[in-house]
């Protein structure tokens, strides 16, 4: 507990700020991985590999930017920015030790930024009652010279926050709602990255399952109820093994990574509600 707190404080005087909670969040990540490290190692390995495979495909390779960067525990920086002119990290909030990192590698920028591009305009409850979608996120950030993008396990995140606070509004919208809007988040974030000209590498968690004494206890969708409906590999993720969470409880996540979103769509981003309507 104290290093975490003194982790938050330390990154609170370097000026990151904390108005979704996210840096709480990122520094809680932190501290549950270095309880965790030997669990999530081949997770994060299997992330890193794919992304770096995906990168070293791109002919060009002048700007590369990271959706979700966060504490970059499943991203080959150090490689990316050996194989790329520039890298951008675009994250909610950062560690110390990320900024340092970037500014000792050189040619990596952070950029602090919204990338659900909802947070600061939730919808009010006519909006939500009448499911109007979260807004498309420009997922180049205005970058130029663009020529590979990752999202690095932040697909599932993204629609938290919104969905906690629209859940907590005094007059109480319906659940259904809710989950609809939670929903049109993932599915504008897929969109957007399919929408992109260049190699769009994506890994994101997709489903939780909890056993207990190794049976099954309960199993959740992640994203929603929307199918990203994409080919590419899947693995599982010991997010918390016994004890972490709940004593005798371990809890699983399915991840799924593909090398570029835009190759190989079966169907387009499905789900019971559809399409992102824009
Ligand atoms: C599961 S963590 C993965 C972080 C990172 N890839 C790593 O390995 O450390 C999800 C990340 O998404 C970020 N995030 C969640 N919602 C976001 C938003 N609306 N805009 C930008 N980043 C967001 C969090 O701050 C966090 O760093």
Sequence with gaps: MLAEALLYARARLAGQQNPHGHLTELVSIWARHRRQ???WAEHLTRARVLCLKAAEACGTRRTALVLGAGLLLDVPLEQLSALFQHVVLADLAFLPATTALASQLGNVELMVTDLSACLNSLPDAQALAARIPAPWPDLTLGLGELDFVYSANLLSQLPLYAASSLAKREARPDEADVEAYAASVVRAHLEALRGLSCPACLVTDTRERGYRSG???YEEDLLYGVDPDLPGETWP???????????????????LGVPDVRIGARTGVSSPGG????
């Design 275 to 278: 399409r992102h309507d824009r």
């Design 237 to 255: 993720w010991l997010l918390a093994p016994r004890g972490e969470l709940e004593p005798g409880l371990d809890v699983e996540h399915m991840v």
């Design 37 to 39: 490290r030997r669990a």
């Design 215 to 217: 049976r099954l206890e």
